[in-house]
Structures are given as C-alpha cells and as structure tokens.
C-alpha cells in the first residue's frame, strides 16, 4: 500500500513545475511538520492570497485528471467505498483512520491519502468550516446530504432530543432527501460531521452549547441528573450516578462530564443551591417539582393550616410527597404539635 501509495503521488507531480510542486506539498503538509496557510505561502512568492488559491485549484485540476488513469485508483476506490458505507458521506477524518488502521498508515502517509481523496472521481469534497468538519460524500446525492445537515444544524440550536427522538428525525430526513435507510451508527457518523452536535450520558442529544448538554457547573450536572430521574434521590447515588457517568465512553459526550467530584462538594452543592430541596436521611429534590424547603414539622404546620381539620391520614400522604418520614415519627409530631379531635388533625 505505502510503496504503491508515494509511486502514485510521485507519478502525479511529474508533469507539474517546481512552484507548483512546492505549493501542493506546503498546502497538504507533505514532507513537513504541518500544512501551510494560502497567505503564508503567497507571502513566499510575492503574491496574494487569492492568486495561491486559483494555482492550487488549477494543481487540483491537473492531477486529478491524471490520478482518474493511475492503477492505483481502483484500490483507494473501492476501499472507500467500503469505508463510505451505505449513507455515502462521511467526514473525512473517519475515512483517513480506516485506511489508517488497515495499512498501519504514518502521519505523512494520511497527508498524500488525504489528497488523493480530494481529488477522487465521483466523490465531492467539503472543506472545514465553522459548521461542518471535512467530509467526503458521493457526488450524486452531495446536494441532498448538505441539506439534511443544514436542516439538523437549524434544529439542533432549537431542541434538545431524547435518543430515540432523535435517531427517528434523523432517519426520516435522510430516507425522504438522500433516499437512503441506514443503521444506527451511520446515523451518527453522519451526524457526527456537524460540529455542535453533543450528547449528554442521560440519552439527550443537541447543540454543545446547550447547558443540558455540555453543563459547565456541578450545580447544573446534579440539576440534569435529579430531571432526568423525576424522584428524590440519596446525596450518595448522587455521587455515584456522577462517577458512573465519567466512565462512560461516547466521544459526543463532552469532557466537561469527565470531573472528578467529592461526595462532600456533591452534599455542599445540595445544601447550598436554591435549586434543591431538602428530602429528609440524606435525600434531595428539585424545588422545582413541588418539593419544598423546611423541616416536617413546619411542612405539616402549613398543610393543616391550609386545610383546618384534615383526616390524619390525609395529612401523612400530603407529607409523604414532600418529605422521607416514617409513620412512627409522623405520629410523634401530630401528638406533640397538633390537635387530633376524632381522626381529625388542628393547629394547637
């Protein structure tokens, strides 16, 4: 592969000037540390920024036309279109690291691949912009894909999806527009080219720059986990939902889910924010959901103040969905703070 690879890039720059040649390899990085800028190298030769690019596009042009002839197209063809798979777009990173992993392929051998992609018949090529990463996609369905993308980077600055919500949008769109029914991973590789899309541990997916998705705080971490949850829950599983989380390997899950955290700066947190409210044995909830702040006693004060007379049991259910209390202490307080005239319960 490598020998074939560098006879073929050889071959291709035969037919080019010396100038040439030096802006092609600076533009890829071939033989160098790293790719050069069009104003540097324009710099070099006294010329503008705009001129370096017509030249490279012209070097494209002329090798391109050659590579179409070469013997070695049909392997870097066929081999991409293994890797293109069904859903025939892909970045241009994951195409690069397949042909990397087959061929054990070095840093300077992935540069001149790279070109050879770029120039690939039947194939178009999208260069990085603040959207998009590079990809590569099949020229008769380039146009449809781009919209399917535009179409998921305006959706993704609007809504949050669950997984499946979002698998389910994502496969509709690409059935109706490219026409083409791919499975879960294509999906997400394909999806994968658009830069703001992240995904949190709790099966939500959207744009990285929603705090749902990519949280800065611990605050907002415990926030998304006691929402997602919809219950009371130990300071303790708190901690251990947030460890478990660290683990977790999904490179659309942003590093911001990786900190590590004390399981007492888990309980501060919990005491400390307005957000949460205190459970009872060492349980919070979100204020949020109808959870309120304060002790039982003052809980069941206002409860039976609201409602002059409540039946005992009553009065323990209301309880019981704000605050952790067993039927022994609840009998404690209601003897001590309370009336209780015929199962019925009155402030003293």
């Known amino acids: 592969m490598k020998e074939a690879l560098y ?42 920024r705009e001129r370096i ?4 596009d012209a070097i494209l042009g002329k090798i391109k036309a050659k590579f179409s002839s070469t013997p070695f197209i049909k392997k870097i063809y066929e081999e991409t279109e293994v890797y293109i798979g069904n859903l025939p777009v892909k970045r241009e990173i994951y195409i690069l690291e397949n042909f990397s992993n087959n061929y054990s392929l070095e840093d300077n051998d992935k540069k001149i691949l ?47 999806f669950t997984e499946e ?17 791919p499975d879960v991973n294509e999906l997400y590789e394909f999806a994968k080219i658009l830069k703001k899309l992240g995904k949190n ?4 997916v959207g744009s990285i720059d ?3 998705i990519s949280p800065s705080s611990l605050i907002d971490k415990i926030y998304l986990v006691f929402k997602l949850e919809k219950r ?16 977790i390997e999904d490179d659309l899950i942003s590093d911001g889910w990786k900190k590590d955290y004390s399981l007492q700066s888990v309980l501060n947190t919990l005491i400390s924010s307005d957000k949460f409210a205190w459970y009872g044995r060492g349980k919070y909830a979100l204020k949020e959901d109808g959870y309120k702040d304060g002790n039982i006693i003052e809980l069941m004060k206002e409860i039976v103040k609201k409602h002059n007379g409540i039946k005992a049991d ?23 703070y309370f009336k209780k005239i015929d199962n019925r319960v009155y402030l003293k």
């Open 53 to 56: 690019r017509q030249i490279q």
């Open 114 to 160: 790279r070109l050879f992609l770029i120039i690939l018949p039947d194939y178009l090529y999208h260069k990085e912009t603040k959207t998009y990463h590079s990809f590569l996609g099949k020229e008769n369905i380039f146009k449809e894909a781009l919209s399917v993308l535009n179409n998921l980077h305006s959706t993704l600055s609007k809504k949050i």
């Open 314 to 336: 009553r009065l323990l259910e209301l309880v019981s969905k704000q605050k952790a209390v067993s039927k022994n202490t609840f009998s404690v307080y209601l003897q001590k």
């Open 201 to 204: 541990p709790l099966n939500e």
């Open 165 to 181: 919500e979002f698998l389910n949008f994502l496969e509709d769109n690409v059935k109706r527009i490219i026409n083409v029914s």
């Open 7 to 48: 006879q073929t890039f050889e071959d291709l720059l035969s037919d080019l000037n010396s100038r040439e040649i030096d802006i092609i390899k600076r533009r890829f990085g071939i033989d160098r540390e790293k790719k050069e800028s069009l104003g540097r190298i324009g710099m070099d030769f006294g010329l503008t």
């Open 210 to 212: 929603h705090k749902r």
């Open 232 to 247: 009371p829950m130990h300071f303790t599983e708190v901690y251990e939902k947030l460890n478990k989380i660290k683990e």
